[in-house]
């Protein structure tokens, strides 16, 4: 069918590759480009064989020319941005520049300061539209599957949607007494920043982890788990019409806490430069440089990762529930690609997003997140793709509603 080019080679585009490579009728050829050419030929080398021609190219995506050329070169149908957050706007502009498809999973963030909105990429809409491209935007699994559960919910079970709480809980055990599932500089910028929920078109602050709970979760059984803000937030307030309440919540085992709050109180997990032996550095830089690498977890890693949105609003004027969850073992996506579940959990639902645009099912001109597309043939990829997911019609509530005596 076509030509994809991955940018990145980390944990993330190392499922992004082999889950292309499992599907040769879509993508015939990819080319995988990043910082380190070493890594992607390292990608290429395990997948050779197959019927997906891979070519590899080292590419500064800092630098918007670069990568217009690379997309000049190989003429992609599509480019999946699975490098980190900072190059989304350069990649944008050549997309724009070339005429190709754009899909990322995470939100574009300026370096020197943590944001997670969506301003910058949504100032794009006119351009893309103009242009006749498609960028969509977030198509990992939070966000990303999770906008599309929610999409999903609101097609087939309310007539209106209130409060959606997301859940995303790690049972994985690395054995490692500190490290971060994915790239630790992103991973910590979101956890030491403020919580924030979403409640009646208003916008609520929490101090870090501050708020807590324990939920007792599918196949995982009981966790503590945090309210956090996450990207999806934004755009869900946006897109599903009379929402009133959204929040999300993370699992954090005790012994990552302490260790985070040990880092955070000594400052390794700044990210205001300072000089040391004359030169600047990052604090959270630095602290990633010494960390273990995400993508040497995946051997490691035992246990289950279990992602879902518990959703609660009314049906023919009628109270209604919902919670649809997908439950991922970190062995079984070891033996399959090379990879721990998070790193699968996003890799997989980047594919889908490329195959949707790839194959024509979602391609409209613009700007948009994944929420805003018909939610049915992607939730028939998940389930044929690796990630399948279950429903509940009658889960356990975070806040349940009070009956007065
Ligand atoms: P990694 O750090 O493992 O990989 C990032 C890759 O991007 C590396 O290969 C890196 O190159 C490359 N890169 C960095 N800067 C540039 C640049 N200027 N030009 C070209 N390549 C560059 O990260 P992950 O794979 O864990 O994460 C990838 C993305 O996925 C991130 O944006 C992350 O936020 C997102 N993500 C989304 C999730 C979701 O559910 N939506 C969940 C998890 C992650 P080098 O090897 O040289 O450093």
Sequence with gaps: MGKALIIGAGGVSSVVVHKCCQNPDVFEEICIASRTLEKCDALKEKLAGGQTKIQTARLDADKTDDVIALINQFQPDVVINVALPYQDLTIMDACLATGVHYVDTANYEP????????????????????????????????????????????????????????VDANAGDH???????????????????????????????????????????????????????????????????????????MTFGDSYLNHLKVLENVGMTSIEPIVYEGKEIIPLQFLKAILPDPASLGPRTKGKTNIGCIIQGVKDGQPKTYYVYNVCDHQECYAEVGSQAISYTTGVPAMIGAMMIMKGIWKKPGVFNVEEFDPDPFMDALNKYGLPWKEDFAPTLLDPVKVQA
Excluded at 159 to 164: S, T, W
Excluded at 201 to 228: A, C, H, R
């Design 175 to 249: 054995g490692y007494p500190f490290a971060t599932n994915f790239n630790p500089e992103i991973n910590i910028r979101e956890i030491t920043a403020n919580g924030r929920y979403f409640e009646n078109g208003k916008w609520i602050e929490t101090p870090p982890l501050s708020e807590k709970k324990v939920y007792d979760l599918p196949e995982i059984g009981p966790k503590n788990i945090y309210l956090l803000y996450h990207e999806e937030l934004e755009s869900l307030s946006v897109n599903i019409k009379g929402v009133k309440k959204i929040r999300f919540w």
């Design 111 to 166: 370096p020197d300061t943590a944001k997670f909105e969506y301003s910058w990429q949504w100032a794009y809409r006119q351009k893309f539209a103009d242009a006749g491209i498609t960028a969509l935007l977030g198509s990992g699994f939070d966000p990303g599957v999770t906008g599309v559960f929610v999409a999903y919910a609101q097609k087939h079970y309310f007539d209106e949607i209130h409060q959606i709480d997301i």
